[in-house]
C-alpha cells in the first residue's frame, strides 16, 4: 500500500524504435529534475500540451504576462525550433467563487447606481454602512463605530507596523498578510474620503466620483445584503463580466505577440461532461456524496489504490490555507467530509450561485475538476505537457491529477496495484512575477495591468518579452531598475547590430550588388564564432529551454562581431548571422508575427523604414553620401556633383500614394545639389543642405540618416523612442546652453551698464551728493563731515584713494564720450 509521504512516482515514456528525437531535456515538476522529453506520439512529431488559462474577473496583470510570455515562448521554440506539432490547449475559467463573487457584487452594484441617480442621504447612509461593514471584517483593530474623519489617525494607532513596512507581528519580514492590510487600509481610506467630502461644508463631490471612490466597500456591502437573493438561474449575471474580461485578455495577449490557442475550452461548456467526469470517479471509488449534494474526493482511498496523492509539492499537503484557498471563498466548512483534507470536486449551489443539473441536485464544479475534465476531452487519457503558474502546484494541479488518474483509473475496490495510466508526463511551472518582493497578485491589489504599462510607454511587447527571456522559465522575476537596464542594454545592442547589418544589405542593393566591404578572407573569425554560437544556443534550449544562456549567446555573437574591424568582415558572413539571429529572436516571439522559417529576413519590426520608402530613400541616401564626400574634399568637383543628382534616380518607376512623400524628398534634394553645383556654392552650403536633409525633411518623414566615418555611409533607421529621447536631450542641452549665454551675457551687460553709471559722475562731484559731508576742498575733497567734525587724517587718505580712482574711470569715460563710444 502506498503511503502519504512516498518518493513521487513518475513513468519514463520511452521512444518508438526508429524515432529521432532531439536531445531536449525538461525540468519536470513530477521529478523536481530535469527528464529527456519524449512525446506520446509513437512517431515523435505530435506534442499534446494543456495550459491553465485566465480566471476572467479582471483584467489581465504583468504577472500573467509572465506565465503567459514565458509559456508562448517555450510554445514556440518547440513548434519552430525543434519542430514538433504542438496541439495546444487553454482553458478559459468562466465560472468559480471569484466569478460569482464578482459578477454578483457588479451585478448588484450596477443596480444600485441605476436607481441613485443623485447624491442623496440613502447613498451616503448606504456607503457609510459600507465603510463600516468592510473595516470590521478586513481591519479588526480599528474600533467598529470610527467615524471617517478620524479613520487616518486610527489607521497609525492601530498598523503603523504595517504602514511603516514591518510585520504586524513580531519581528520577521512583512508578507502577503501585511500585503492585504495595506490594500484593505487603501480601500477604506478611499471610501473614508468620499464620505468626508460628501459631508463636508461646502464641497460637492460629484456623484461619479463619489461611487468611484466609495465601490470597493460598497459592493461587498450590498452583496453581503442581496447577494443570496439575486436570481442565479439568469446566467447572465456572470457571462456580462466574463465575457467582457475574457475579450480583454485577448486584447492584451494579442498586444503582447501570443500566439492563440489550438483549442479554447471555456468551464462553462463542459457542465454535462463534468457532471459525467465526477459520477465515474464515485463509480471508481475515490469520491462520494455528502447529503447536502457536495462530492468530495477521497484522499484515503486514492492512497489505498496506490496512487500517491500530492506529488508535486508533497511538502504543502498539511497546508491548511492553501487548502482553503482551493476551495474557494463560497465553500462553507463542512462537518460531513470524511477528512479535513478531501477537496470538492462538485459544490451544491447555494442561493445566488449558478447552478446545473448533477445526480446530488443542483450544483456546479469544483475549482480543479474543471481542468481535469476538459483537459481529458480534449487531449485523452495521457498529455505530454500541463503547464500554469507555479502558484497552481498544489493545490490546483495535485488534486487535478489525483481527480484525473482517479477517472482512468480501475475501481478502488481492485487496488492492488495502479490500475490507471499517467495523465501526465511533464508538468511545467512558471516561476512568479514580483515588486518589491511581492508576489504580484488580483486579490493583493498590488498589480498593475498589461495595457496600463503598454499604453502609459513603460514597457513594449518586445522590452517585457527580452525581460522573461533573460530569466530562467521556472525562476521568479524581481523587477528591479537593473533588469530593466540589462533588457534595454540586450534590446539596444540586437537593434543596433541588425540596423548595421540591414544597411549593409540593402546598401548592397542600391549600388547594384557593390560593397566596401571585403568578401574574400583566408581567416573568417566571425564565421568560426556563428558555428560556435549555433552550437551554443542547440545546447541550451535542449537544457529546458535555458533562454538566459540563449540569449547571452547572441549578445556575445554581436560582441565579437563589434569587436572586428570592417575591413575583416565577410560580407556574407555579417548577412548570414544577421539572418539567424532573426530566427532566433523570431522564434522568441520577438518579431510580431514575421514567420520564422523565412530564412532570407534580416531584422525585426523597427529596422526596416517603410517600405514605400526604401526606393527613394536608400539612393537619396547614397547621393547625399556622395556630396557629402565632394563637399569634405580639398578640391571640389561641382561637375562631379551634378553628374551624381542627374544619374541617382529611385530603384521604382511605379510611385504610389504612400510614396509620394519620400519622391518629395528625393526630387527636393536632387534638385537643391544641381542647383547648388551650378552656383558652385561653398562647401559649407552643401553640408548645409545635407544636414537639413537628416535632419528636417527626413526626420519629419520618421526617418534617420546617422552619419558614419568614411568610408562607411550613412546608416538608414527608422526614427525610434531612443531617437527621439537622445534629440529631446541634445536640445535640452542646446537650450540651456543659450539660456545660460545669454544670462551670462545679460549680467555681462547689466555689470557695464553700472560701471558705466558710476564713471559718469565727476570725481570732483563724487562727495558732494551723499549727504555725508559739509566742506570740500577745490578738488572735491570732504573737509568735514555733515556734523562740522573734521575729517580725520586717516579717513581723508583712504577718501584720496577714491577719488583717484574715480578721476581715471571718469577722465576714461568722457574720451570715450569724446571718441564716439557709448
Known amino acids: 500500500m502506498a503511503t502519504a509521504r512516498q518518493q513521487p512516482q513518475w513513468v519514463r515514456p520511452e521512444s518508438a524504435p526508429g524515432v529521432q528525437l532531439p536531445p531536449l531535456r525538461i525540468y519536470n515538476s513530477l521529478t523536481r529534475q530535469k527528464n529527456d522529453f519524449v512525446p506520446v506520439d509513437s512517431k515523435g512529431k505530435k506534442v499534446t500540451w494543456y495550459a491553465c488559462g485566465p480566471t476572467v474577473y479582471d483584467d489581465s496583470h504583468l504577472g500573467h504576462a509572465r506565465n503567459y510570455i514565458s509559456t508562448d515562448i517555450i510554445r514556440r521554440i518547440m513548434k519552430d525550433y525543434f519542430k514538433f506539432d504542438v496541439t495546444f490547449v487553454m482553458n478559459i475559467t468562466d465560472v468559480d467563487d471569484k466569478i460569482i463573487l464578482r459578477g454578483r457584487e457588479q451585478h448588484l452594484f450596477r443596480q444600485f447606481t441605476e436607481k441613485h441617480t443623485k447624491l442623496d442621504d440613502t447613498v451616503v447612509s448606504t456607503a457609510h454602512a459600507a465603510f463600516d461593514h468592510y473595516m470590521k471584517k478586513n481591519l479588526p483593530l480599528i474600533p467598529a463605530d470610527t467615524a471617517p474623519a478620524e479613520y487616518l489617525t486610527e489607521v497609525t494607532r492601530a498598523y503603523s507596523r504595517v504602514t511603516a513596512g514591518r ?172 477528512s479535513e483534507a478531501d477537496f470538492a470536486v462538485w459544490k451544491h449551489s447555494k442561493p445566488g450561485e449558478p447552478s446545473w443539473p448533477s445526480p446530488w441536485g443542483p450544483g456546479r464544479p469544483g475549482w480543479h475538476i474543471e481542468c481535469s475534465v476538459m483537459a481529458s476531452e480534449t487531449l485523452g487519457k495521457t498529455m505530454d505537457i500541463h503547464s500554469g503558474g507555479i502558484d497552481l502546484a498544489f493545490p490546483h494541479h495535485d488534486n487535478e491529477l489525483a481527480q ?20 501526465v508526463n511533464y508538468f511545467m511551472h512558471m516561476g512568479h512575477l514580483s515588486i518589491q518582493g511581492f508576489k504580484m497578485s488580483k486579490s493583493l491589489k498590488n498589480f498593475t495591468t498589461v495595457r496600463e504599462v503598454l499604453s502609459r510607454g513603460d514597457w513594449t511587447p518586445r522590452g517585457l518579452r527580452v525581460v522573461f527571456l533573460l530569466g530562467g522559465w521556472k525562476e521568479g522575476v524581481e523587477v528591479t531598475d537593473e533588469l530593466v537596464k540589462a533588457g534595454l542594454a540586450w534590446e539596444d545592442k540586437v537593434q543596433n547590430f541588425m540596423l548595421k547589418a540591414k544597411d549593409l544589405d540593402m546598401s548592397a542593393i542600391v549600388t547594384n550588388g557593390s560593397s566596401e566591404t571585403n568578401t574574400e578572407h583566408k581567416n573568417d573569425t566571425l564565421r568560426e564564432k556563428l558555428t560556435q554560437a549555433q552550437k551554443t544556443m542547440d545546447e541550451a534550449l535542449c537544457d529546458s529551454f535555458n533562454t538566459p544562456v540563449a540569449m547571452r549567446t547572441i549578445s556575445d555573437l554581436i560582441s565579437e562581431y563589434n569587436s572586428l574591424p570592417p575591413a575583416n568582415l565577410n560580407r556574407e558572413t555579417v548577412l548570414d548571422t544577421a539572418r539567424w539571429v532573426t530566427k532566433i529572436v523570431t522564434i522568441f516571439g520577438l518579431d510580431g508575427i514575421a514567420d520564422p522559417n523565412d530564412t532570407s529576413r534580416i531584422g525585426w519590426t523597427g529596422v526596416e523604414i517603410p517600405s514605400p520608402a526604401q526606393p527613394y530613400i536608400y539612393p537619396l541616401s547614397h547621393l547625399r553620401d556622395e556630396v557629402r564626400k565632394q563637399a569634405r574634399s580639398t578640391d571640389i568637383s561641382y561637375t562631379n556633383i551634378k553628374n551624381l543628382a542627374v544619374h541617382t534616380s529611385p530603384t521604382t518607376i511605379k510611385p504610389t500614394e504612400e510614396s509620394e512623400p519620400y519622391a518629395k524628398a528625393f526630387t527636393h534634394f536632387q534638385d537643391s545639389v544641381k542647383s547648388l553645383a551650378e552656383e558652385e556654392a561653398p562647401a559649407k552650403d552643401l553640408l548645409g543642405l545635407c544636414d537639413q536633409l537628416r535632419d528636417t525633411h527626413l526626420w519629419n518623414l520618421g526617418i534617420y540618416l546617422e552619419d558614419r566615418e568614411p568610408p562607411l555611409g550613412a546608416m538608414i533607421r527608422p526614427v525610434d523612442k531612443q531617437l527621439v529621447l537622445a534629440r529631446n536631450e541634445k536640445e535640452e542641452r542646446e537650450k540651456s546652453k543659450l539660456e545660460a549665454k545669454v544670462k551670462r551675457e545679460a549680467e555681462e551687460a547689466e555689470k557695464k551698464r553700472q560701471a558705466d553709471e558710476r564713471a559718469k559722475v565727476s570725481h570732483l562731484d563724487m562727495f558732494k551728493t551723499s549727504g555725508e559731508y559739509s566742506v570740500w576742498d577745490g578738488e572735491g575733497l570732504p573737509l568735514k563731515d555733515r556734523e562740522g567734525v573734521e575729517v580725520s587724517k586717516a579717513k581723508g587718505k583712504k577718501l584720496r584713494k577714491d577719488w583717484e580712482r574715480q578721476k581715471k574711470l571718469h577722465e576714461a569715460w568722457v574720451k570715450a564720450q569724446e571718441g564716439g563710444g557709448v
Request: proline share 4%; hydrophobic share 35%; charged share 25%.
Open 167 to 338: 510585520a504586524l507581528e513580531g519581528d520577521g519580514p512583512p508578507g502577503d498578510h501585511e500585503a492585504k492590510i495595506k490594500m484593505h487600509i487603501k480601500t477604506a481610506s478611499s471610501a473614508a474620503e468620499a464620505l468626508q467630502l460628501a459631508k463636508a461644508t461646502g464641497i460637492v463631490i460629484p456623484l461619479d466620483q463619489f461611487y468611484a471612490k466609495s465601490e470597493d466597500t460598497l459592493v461587498k456591502y450590498l452583496d453581503s445584503l442581496y447577494g443570496m437573493s439575486i436570481d442565479a438561474s439568469d446566467h447572465t449575471v456572470f457571462t456580462k463580466l466574463t465575457k467582457q474580461f475574457e475579450h480583454r485578455f485577448f486584447e492584451d495577449m494579442g498586444a503582447l505577440n501570443m500566439l492563440y490557442p489550438d483549442v479554447l475550452t471555456r468551464v462553462t461548456e463542459f457542465g454535462p461532461q463534468i457532471v459525467d467526469f465526477v459520477v465515474k470517479i464515485v463509480k471508481n471509488g475515490f469520491a462520494y456524496a455528502t447529503t447536502d449534494g457536495d462530492v468530495y474526493f477521497d484522499i484515503q482511498a486514492f492512497e489505498n489504490g496506490g496512487l500517491p496523492y500530492a506529488r508535486l509539492e508533497p511538502w504543502n499537503r498539511g497546508n491548511k490555507a492553501l487548502q482553503a484557498d482551493g476551495e474557494g471563498a463560497l465553500t462553507a466548512k463542512s462537518s460531513k467530509k470524511r
Open 404 to 423: 484525473s488518474e482517479a477517472y482512468w483509473s480501475e475501481p478502488a475496490h481492485n487496488c492492488s496495484k495502479h490500475g490507471g495510466s499517467q495523465w
